[in-house]
């Protein structure tokens, strides 16, 4: 009931507001018909509506033909000396120390040195582990598990090398209590060997 008389109220001032005019909207479109009202040009512009003699000619070129100067300021070898050094020949001998830092490609040498591990091929694990520490230095998976493959391939003086990387990367991490048994135990293991 409540709802049909609120309809019906609607209905009956939009009828109202349509039959009255409205005197500002009369006076809008008696203005609107004196002077028509332009609207604004929002298309781009475009090259070929280009007068190009309303262009400015300071000699400046937009195009990709303009030459940028690339030498360094005249004080540049003063403020800057070594500057210089930063900047060799992809060939030269010391852009040969260099290698690519890769954590991704690490990861996955070590994915699959830990598949090689599990079957029991720890020369090809431990070439995945050596590859796995050469895109990333001092990761200390890599370095534990290169440990443990040195082991097991019977190869004590680097397995307890590797352990001791290991613990200097992480001392307290999840591994450095077996690779501090691991290194007594190889310890141990040299010295009896050598009496």
């Not at 070898?77 to 852009?95: F, N, R, V």
């Not at 260099?98 to 996955?108: E, F, S």
């Not at 097991?152 to 591994?175: F, M, S, T, V, W």
């Amino acid at each position: 009931m409540l709802l049909a008389l609120l309809i019906s109220g609607s209905v009956a001032v939009c009828a109202q507001n349509s039959s009255a005019p409205d005197s500002t909207s009369s006076k809008s479109k008696e203005s609107s018909q004196s002077t028509p009202a332009r609207s604004p040009n929002l298309a781009p512009p475009r090259s070929d509506r280009v007068d190009a003699s309303t262009l400015p000619d300071d000699g400046q070129s937009s195009s990709k033909s303009t030459q940028i100067d690339l030498t360094p300021p005249a004080d540049d070898a003063k403020a800057h000396p070594k500057s210089s050094d930063i900047l060799m020949d992809e060939g030269s001998a010391e852009a040969a120390d260099t290698h690519p830092w890769d954590p991704h490609k690490a990861a996955k040498d070590i994915e699959v040195g830990d598949f090689y591990f599990k079957k029991k091929n720890y020369s090809a694990a431990e070439s995945r582990y050596r590859e796995a520490l050469y895109y990333k230095d001092n990761d200390a998976i890599a370095t534990y598990h290169l440990a443990l493959c040195l082991e097991k391939l019977d190869r004590p003086g680097e397995a307890r090398e590797q352990y001791g990387n290991y613990l200097k990367i992480l001392p307290h991490g999840p591994e450095a209590e077996n690779a501090k048994k691991a290194i007594e135990r190889l310890k141990t293991g040299a010295e009896k060997a050598a009496k």
